[in-house]
Each structure stands twice: as C-alpha cells, then as structure tokens.
C-alpha cells in the first residue's frame, strides 16, 4: 500500500505508521513479524484475538521502538482508530459459526484470525491516519486536548481547511480548492446532517469514498479478498502448458479487447443514513433501492452522480424538473441498473409511489421563485431520491397486504379494506415502519385501521397508508422521521453546474 499520508504529516503519526509498516508487507520478513505479533496478542493459543488481545500487541510494538512516555502517548492518541481496524478486519474471512466454548454468542467470526492479521495492521494505519486529521480539526488544535469533544463542526473545519495544507491523501480531500468546496465536503461527512462530524462519520464517508472511486485503499477497506490456494508442483506445470497453449491460439488468432469491469458502488445498509427496508422486503423493493440509493447518499461519488443525472434530465436548463422528467428519471434509471424488461416492470409496479415522493421533497428548499414549489430544484434532488426509496418501501408493505398476496395481481384493488389488514398486521411485527410494528390484538388493529382511514370511508388508499406511515415516524422522532419531516433539510437553492 503507497503512503497516504498528506506531506505535512505531523511526526505522530509518522512514528506510528511506521512501526506497523513492515507487518503489512508481503515478504519473509513481513511474515515472520506477523508470525511474532500473533503470538503476542493471541495470548491463550486458540488462533483467534480479540480487541483486547490486539491492543496488547500495539503497545507491544510501541514500547518496543519507544520509551515508556512516548509509547504511552501514541497509543492512548490513536486508539479510537482499533476498534474500526478491528471490526473491519474481522469480517473478512469466514470462520465456524459455533458458539466458542465458554461464550454466549461470540464466533470465530467475531475475532482476528492470523488469516486477517496482516490486513488488520494495514486498516490500522489507514484508520490511524484518519482519525489523525480528525484530531487535529476537533477543538482546532493539533491532536487531542481538554478543547475536544469528539465531534467536528462547521466552524473547525473551516478553519482546518483554511491553516493546514491539505488533508492525507484520500479522495475526499482532492480538488477542495476554495471555501465552496470545503462547505461541500463538510456536508458530505455530515451523514446526518446533524452539523456535526462524527469520527464514525468521518472515517465511513471517507471509507466509502475510496471504495466508490477504486482506490488501492478502497480495494483494501472493501475488504472482498478471495481464498488463495497453495499451488503444488503438478498446477505449475499445468499453469506453464496452458500459457503455451495459449500463445500457439494467438498466432492464429487476433486477442480480444478486453471490457473495463463495471464499477459498483458499495451502498450503506440505511438509504440516506435513515431507512432500512426489513428482512421481509420483496426482491422488487431491494431491486428498486438499488437503482436509487447511490442518488440520495451524501459521498462525493454519490453527488457527482446526481449533477449528472439532474443535468439528463433537466432538458430546458431551467433548473426544475417536474413530476413528467422524475419520471423519466426513474424509467431510465431502472433500465440501467437492470435490463429493460426488468426495469419497465418495476417501473410500473412502484408507479403510484412517484407522486407521494414528489410531493413530499418539492418544497423543502426555498428560493424567490413562487412557481418553485411545484418542481424539484437540484437542493432537493438527493432528498427525493431518497423517498423514492422509502416511499417505494412503504409501497411495497402495501402491495402485500391489498389483495392479501404479496406484491400486485388481479386479486389487488388498490385499497385496504378491513378484513385485509386483520389478516395481515400480525406479520408487520418486523416491518421497517414503527406505526406498523407492536400491534398485538385484533382491537388493536382495528384502532390503528381507523386511524389511517382518515375519510371513514372502510378503506385504505395508498397515499392515506403513506401519511399514517410519515406521521408516526415524526411523532416518535425517529432518524426516518426527521428524514421525512423535510425541516431539518431546508436549504437554499443550488446550482448542479
């Protein structure tokens, strides 16, 4: 892995990227240091280490290259950074999933195996590096003081942006040139839009940053490594026959270009850090999330991806789109994530979810213009992808319960009548959605009934289903309620160009 750090890196981290340098690197040297440092914080000999084991190896190599004072320091410095090298590395590899002897729930694949040591000493400097930056922004003083508190605000990273050089070398970092850039990028890692940085924000937008662009460090923290086989003897010899088999096939032959792979973006579980469909969701729901998902997270992958699609399909240049051109937008972007025929049905399927997100994201931002309210301006373009997934979820709930079968058929009528809901709401218990999850008896369903048949009229339509869905999440202040509630997001219009 080629150095990240930024070129005035302070001599802390210099110091502690160095000491775990060499156990990354794949030589007889590097493994033996590996060899040695497992034993270190496998302390009881059963192959795998846990966190704690893992930090006894870190302050081993600390104290080893420096006194007692400075090892301290370091390690104290940078250890909010273990436990995400930690946790990312112990994923990499599947182990057994039997209980280990004498633990509740932990398995093998809770811990570090040797398999996953030497990526683990690699997503330790990576994080290492990360929350170097991180510390030196928070409190706006190099590295942790009384001045901290853990999280970074607009203010701090201004200033950041404005005294230091630049960040480590990670992609987020590039083309920031000016105080534009910075705002944007300080929303960017605001994941929660909160006004405040987490370190878990920080180090996951700048995770999936790398991931999304194909870096060498993105290659790494994906962490999609394939079992290698040893090769005896007999492959060798096979491996050097076909080679020459296939050098006798290319004098007769012209080579075939070869495609560029496709890149994937790597999705978080929760669209726009707030909606997570349920384990019970259709394929259609997770298909139609998937086209729409890398439009509403807040990365810079994700936001040069909506400039461009916001550009398609804002055909005159006026910088509002109506309902017509988000529905080409969404027919088109079916197409692409799928093939035509999937991507028509599932255009038609979620259809009469298009104008409840519409409609809900048309007016958050406000500008001068009186006619803005009935069109999407590109400050509202992320949020509206974003309930096009969440509102497609809570179609997808009511596709299953009309007709009592799941998704639509000719038994569908568009409406949920009473006897539908009776039959259906004791499998809500799991259902992304609080107001229809904990309903218990059938008294009690019925009230809930009521309560979204807001006309009396014995039934339940589709926009009164997704009404009763918003108002419970704003009642209960859930992260999906204030998503939905649209307040917290109201901004000034923003130009794509």
Not at 142 to 152: I, L, P
Not at 189 to 205: A, H, R
Not at 262 to 287: F, G, T
């Amino acid at each position: 892995m080629e150095s990240i750090l930024a070129d005035h890196a302070s001599e802390d981290i210099r110091d502690f990227d160095t000491i775990f340098l060499p156990y990354g690197e794949k030589t007889t040297s590097g493994t033996e240091l590996r060899k040695n440092g497992f034993r270190v914080a496998d302390t009881n000999g059963n192959g795998i280490a846990s966190l704690a084991e893992l930090e006894l190896f870190i302050g081993s190599c600390l104290n080893k290259n420096h006194d007692k004072d400075r090892a301290n320091f370091l390690f104290k410095k940078y250890r909010p950074s273990y436990i995400k090298a930690y946790n990312s590395a112990k994923d990499i590899h599947s182990g057994s999933t039997e209980v280990l002897p004498g633990a509740k729930t932990a398995t093998e694949d809770d811990y570090v195996c040797f398999s996953e040591f030497r990526v683990f000493t690699l997503y330790l400097r990576i994080y290492a590096i990360m929350f170097d930056t991180f510390a030196d922004i928070d409190g706006e003083t190099e590295g942790r003081t009384d001045e901290d508190d853990s999280r970074v605000d607009k203010d701090e990273f201004l200033k950041w942006f404005h005294t230091s050089n630049g960040g480590p070398k990670f992609k987020v970092f590039e083309g920031v040139n000016s105080d534009e850039d910075a705002e944007e990028l300080f929303s960017y890692l605001d994941t929660d839009n909160s006004g405040l940085i987490t370190f878990t924000e920080w180090s996951e937008s700048i995770k999936m940053e790398e991931i999304g662009e194909g870096t060498e460090v993105g290659v790494l923290l994906k962490g999609d490594f394939a079992p290698v086989k040893k090769k005896t003897k007999l492959n060798r010899v096979r491996s050097k026959e076909v080679k020459t088999t296939t050098a006798k096939n290319d004098m007769t032959r012209p080579k075939s270009a070869k495609s560029k792979p496709k890149r994937v973006l790597i999705m978080p579980p929760k669209v726009a850090c707030a909606y997570l469909p349920s384990n019970r969701a259709s394929p259609d729901l997770r298909d139609f999330i998937q086209a729409f998902q890398p439009f509403a997270e807040r990365t810079i992958v994700c936001g040069k991806l909506r400039k461009e699609a916001f550009k398609s399909i804002d055909a005159n240049g006026n910088g509002k789109c109506s309902l017509a051109e988000i529905s080409e937008h969404v027919q088109k972007q079916l197409k692409i994530a799928h093939d035509a025929v999937r991507g028509d049905e599932l255009f038609k399927l979620f259809r009469p979810t298009y104008i409840r997100a519409f409609t809900a994201s048309k007016a958050i931002a406000k500008t001068d213009d009186p006619e803005d309210d009935n069109y999407i301006n590109f400050s509202e373009f992320r949020v509206l992808n974003a309930y096009l997934c969440v509102y497609a979820g809570m179609g997808d709930e009511f596709f299953r319960i009309d007709g009592g079968t799941d998704g639509v058929n000719e038994d569908d009528d568009r409406r949920i009548e009473m006897t539908e809901w009776i039959k259906a709401y004791r499998k809500l218990s799991t259902s992304s959605f609080i107001g229809l999850r904990g309903i218990k008896t059938d008294e009690d369903a019925s009230t809930v009934f009521k309560e979204m048949d807001l006309d009396s009229k014995g039934m339940v339509l589709l926009s009164e289903f997704c009404d009763y869905i918003r108002k419970k999440e704003m009642e209960n202040k859930t992260t999906l309620g204030k998503l939905l509630y649209g307040n917290a997001l109201k901004a000034k219009a923003v130009d794509p160009s």
